[in-house]
């Protein structure tokens, strides 16, 4: 059909991709070795990384997902990772991504900021050349380690500032609402960054209000708690603030499934009907199961969508990507 050809034709641009949750076991074991740092992640062979990727909620993969990132030490390390997920994107015919990082999960470790930055950057950079693949780095802060820490974390990063597009927020939602970071994001948006949050994955609907109203960012990461808030609903359908939804994600870590599988396939229905800006991301890869062409299968399985969704599922991945608009144009 026609719809089908078109995104066959143009590709999808993936917007709430964690470079760190990329980390093939392959690979993890690999920079272990090559940097004789065994010891220091809690498997013995890839059979036990696999068992061990079985998630009861958010925590329960975060605790594996920093643990994982011990083997990432120099610039060849995070080049390397970040190339495997290009090489990986441009098969799923991602044509743009916009990438997350968490230089405090190194900086933490004793690892510089530029020393993770430069790898990332470097690959990014050969997958224009070499793939076709345009990209936008944003930087999250661990909402974990507080306001303090994020403010330094932004501090530190205004000198790389003309190569990050924006700021976001991720890990442990829950006890850690937006409105701690209100402060930084006013700052962050006077540098002229975008800004995004993770909102209403574990966290409750008001945490995306607070997202919107407080932090006043562009796009919701997950926001699937929305689906409890009619008004909030409503409001982000008439403000078209984009979500980018990690349908994989959300069946790992077990918030999709607490529902009935008919009520979630409804009430997303009823959210693509009230015309919201969705988008299908595959969030942290190596440890759900699936990159995102995986995570559009599953979910156009799983809902039955048509052809013509499914379409408008990628116009929408362009038009809630911060590209400039007269590249994006060139996608719708
Ligand atoms: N949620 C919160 N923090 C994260 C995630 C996530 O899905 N992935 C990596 N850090
Ligand atoms: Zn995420």
């Not at 699936?290 to 038009?319: C, K, P």
């Given at each position: 059909s026609q719809p089908r050809a078109r995104v066959a034709a143009v590709g999808r641009a993936e917007l709430h991709l964690h470079i760190e949750g990329t980390l093939e076991p392959e690979l993890l074991f690999?920079?272990?070795?090559?940097?004789?740092?065994?010891?220091?992640?809690?498997?013995?062979?890839?059979?036990?990384?696999?068992?061990?990727?079985?998630?009861?909620?958010?925590?329960?993969?975060?605790?594996?997902?920093?643990?994982?990132?011990?083997?990432?030490?120099?610039?060849?390390?995070f080049y390397d990772m970040t190339w495997a997920y290009l090489e990986r994107a441009a098969a799923d015919k991602v044509v743009h991504t916009e990438i997350f990082f968490d230089p405090q999960t190194h900086t933490s470790r004793g690892v510089p900021f530029a020393t993770a930055f430069q790898g990332i950057t470097k690959a990014l950079k050969d997958a224009e050349a070499k793939l076709s693949i345009s990209s936008h780095i944003i930087m999250c802060f661990l909402r974990h380690l507080g306001s303090e820490s994020a403010m330094a974390t932004l501090q530190e990063a205004l000198p790389y500032?003309?190569?990050?597009?924006?700021?976001?927020?991720?890990?442990?939602?829950?006890?850690?609402?937006?409105s701690l970071f209100q402060e930084v994001f006013q700052l962050a948006a006077k540098e002229g960054f975008k800004l995004v949050a993770h909102a209403g994955e574990e966290g409750p609907a008001e945490y995306v209000w607070e997202a919107v109203n407080l932090l006043k960012v562009d796009r919701i990461d997950h926001g699937v708690k929305s689906i409890e808030d009619a008004s909030l609903c409503a409001h982000l359908s008439k403000a078209q603030?984009?979500?980018?939804?990690?349908?994989l994600s959300n069946v790992k870590l077990s918030f999709v499934t607490a529902l009935p599988d008919e009520q979630l396939v409804e009430k997303l229905q009823v959210l693509l009907r009230q015309g919201m800006c969705i988008t299908i991301n595959s969030d942290d890869p190596a440890y759900f199961g699936g990159y995102v062409n995986a995570n559009y299968v599953f979910l156009a399985q799983s809902l039955g969508l048509d052809a013509e969704t499914l379409y408008q599922l990628h116009r929408n991945s362009f038009i809630a990507s911060f590209l400039s608009d007269d590249v994006r144009d060139k996608y719708l």
């Amino acid at each position: 059909s026609q719809p089908r050809a078109r995104v066959a034709a143009v590709g999808r641009a993936e917007l709430h991709l964690h470079i760190e949750g990329t980390l093939e076991p392959e690979l993890l074991f690999e920079l272990a070795a090559r940097n004789e740092v065994l010891e220091k992640i809690p498997y013995k062979s890839l059979d036990e990384v696999r068992a061990a990727y079985n998630f009861q909620n958010l925590q329960s993969f975060l605790d594996l997902y920093y643990a994982g990132c011990a083997v990432l030490i120099t610039e060849q390390d995070f080049y390397d990772m970040t190339w495997a997920y290009l090489e990986r994107a441009a098969a799923d015919k991602v044509v743009h991504t916009e990438i997350f990082f968490d230089p405090q999960t190194h900086t933490s470790r004793g690892v510089p900021f530029a020393t993770a930055f430069q790898g990332i950057t470097k690959a990014l950079k050969d997958a224009e050349a070499k793939l076709s693949i345009s990209s936008h780095i944003i930087m999250c802060f661990l909402r974990h380690l507080g306001s303090e820490s994020a403010m330094a974390t932004l501090q530190e990063a205004l000198p790389y500032k003309e190569q990050i597009k924006g700021v976001g927020l991720d890990s442990s939602e829950l006890g850690f609402p937006p409105s701690l970071f209100q402060e930084v994001f006013q700052l962050a948006a006077k540098e002229g960054f975008k800004l995004v949050a993770h909102a209403g994955e574990e966290g409750p609907a008001e945490y995306v209000w607070e997202a919107v109203n407080l932090l006043k960012v562009d796009r919701i990461d997950h926001g699937v708690k929305s689906i409890e808030d009619a008004s909030l609903c409503a409001h982000l359908s008439k403000a078209q603030t984009p979500l980018t939804v990690c349908p994989l994600s959300n069946v790992k870590l077990s918030f999709v499934t607490a529902l009935p599988d008919e009520q979630l396939v409804e009430k997303l229905q009823v959210l693509l009907r009230q015309g919201m800006c969705i988008t299908i991301n595959s969030d942290d890869p190596a440890y759900f199961g699936g990159y995102v062409n995986a995570n559009y299968v599953f979910l156009a399985q799983s809902l039955g969508l048509d052809a013509e969704t499914l379409y408008q599922l990628h116009r929408n991945s362009f038009i809630a990507s911060f590209l400039s608009d007269d590249v994006r144009d060139k996608y719708l």
